[in-house]
Nanobody
């Protein structure tokens, strides 16, 4: 059984930092893209950042460029999201996602991902 388990969410003051982690089990994701999405109250889930299997290619939503950094450790079957200079508008449930298929690049659409974590709440207070 494949599982993605997120951790690291919480409550932080605006301007603060958090580091999200996502540990995968049940299969390896070496060769597969991974990503972070988020869903704010009353809004649809949206891409935050994505990373290729090698870590050499990354994508960021405009709203987080320069503040968030996605990375992965294939030896640990894990992906991370370092979030700095958090803003109240970053408040959302953050989801880790992984593709089943092997590919060279990153992917930014929900339908392209086969496995999802349960989500972790991030709240940035003003």
């Amino acid at each position: 059984q494949v599982q993605l388990v997120e951790s690291g969410g919480g409550l932080v003051q605006a301007g603060g930092s958090l580091r999200l982690s996502c540990a995968a089990s049940g299969r390896t994701f070496v060769g597969s893209a991974m990503a972070w999405f988020r869903q704010a109250p009353g809004k649809e889930r949206a891409i935050v950042a994505a990373i290729s299997w090698s870590g050499g290619r990354t994508y960021y939503a405009d709203s987080v460029k320069g503040r968030f950094t996605i990375s992965r450790d294939n030896a640990k079957n894990s992906v991370y999201l370092q979030m700095n200079s958090l803003k109240p508008e970053d408040t959302a449930v953050y989801y880790c996602a992984a593709r089943a298929a092997v590919s060279a690049g990153y992917h930014t659409e929900e339908y392209e991902y086969d496995y999802w974590g349960q989500g972790t709440q991030v709240t940035a207070s003003s």
